[in-house]
């Protein structure tokens, strides 16, 4: 179990690095988050086909079980669901770029990845029947607290509110909270990587006529060969290997456990924004960073629960 924490851990740090090395592509280029989404994507999905091919081999193997329909054997009842994935995957790339290029790689993170844990912790009551208990409550409460805490730091630390950003990074969040909702109907359904590579490809088809309409694609060619190297290391590194550290840490560790583990990520973003970006967020920043990360582990410890000790199931998701 410890080399699962421990590959989970490494993911949470790799999908860190996505909004700092995303910072540093737009102050020194002219790239829209919309356009960076779309590469992300593009770098990755012949990554993830070839892992979705792997998959359905070891499917057809004798002996080997693979849970989940392959991509052939999928209806439309099956692939509805996981082109919703696709469609929420795509809105939040766009959202949670644009967010950081509006304001900082740290607060955007921590607003579009720490609400959604709590946001459904209680909006799983009503839509899957998962009735929360006081400490949900309390939680999401403890959550708007962070968050207009972070705001005001923000506000300080810049000098002016970052409206814009602020509102797309609760966007990313409140999308976010659909894929993951989303994601709890229809993960059982189909193999890991045949839902994460249908889900990417959706994103994709979804994200490029906007970019083709916006212009995205007019200053790519402008682009020097470290951008490109930027580009790609968010394709693969975060992207790639750090969903295949996920899935594999996730194969050995309790859900219970992995949720939590997964909430270092927006502190790594909040650190390492710090060290590379030098955006401070203050005292006021740091303690609303730890409430709303107490609240993220309140919400995934209890969510969906009554105020009682959760018990251990593995599961996966994207």
Not at 50 to 55: A, H, K, S
Not at 76 to 86: H, N, R, V, Y
Not at 236 to 257: D, N
Not at 277 to 283: A, F, K, M, R, T
């Amino acid at each position: 179990m410890i080399r699962g924490a421990l590959l989970i851990a490494l993911a949470a740090l790799l999908w860190a690095t996505t909004g700092i090395v995303a910072k540093f592509l737009f102050t020194g280029t002219e790239l829209q988050a919309t356009t960076l989404a779309f590469l992300r994507l593009a770098v990755a999905l012949p990554f993830f086909w070839l892992l979705m091919r792997r998959e359905q081999r070891l499917g057809d193997t004798p002996g080997v079980k693979v849970p989940g329909k392959p991509l052939r054997q999928l209806d439309l009842k099956s692939f509805a669901p996981l082109a919703a994935l696709g469609f929420f995957q795509a809105i939040y790339q766009g959202s949670y770029l644009l967010a950081v290029d509006l304001t900082g790689a740290g607060i955007a993170t921590l607003i579009a990845l720490c609400l959604p844990p709590v946001l459904v912790a209680l909006l799983a009551a009503p839509l899957l029947g998962e009735k929360p208990g006081l400490l949900t409550i309390m939680a999401l409460i403890t959550a708007v607290i962070g968050t207009a805490m972070l705001v005001l730091s923000d506000m300080d630390t810049s000098g002016t509110l970052r409206l814009a950003g602020i509102l797309m990074a609760l966007l990313a969040a409140v999308v976010y909270t659909g894929f993951t909702l989303t994601s709890r109907y229809s993960s059982k359904d189909t193999p890991v990587f045949t839902t994460a590579f249908i889900c990417f490809f959706t994103a994709a088809l979804i994200l490029l006529p906007v970019v083709i309409l916006s212009g995205g694609f007019e200053g790519i060619g402008r682009l020097k060969l470290q951008h490109w190297l930027m580009v790609a290391f968010i394709g693969i590194v975060p992207t790639c290997i750090g969903y295949v550290s996920f899935f594999a840490g996730m194969k050995t560790t309790p859900a219970t456990l992995s949720s939590i583990i997964i909430t270092l990520e927006p502190l790594f973003v909040a650190l390492l924004a710090w060290i590379f970006l030098e955006e401070i967020l203050g005292p006021v920043g740091i303690a609303g960073a730890l409430i709303l990360t107490v609240a993220v582990v309140v919400a995934s410890r209890y969510g969906g629960k009554p105020d009682a000790v959760p018990k251990d199931d593995t599961q996966e998701s994207i």
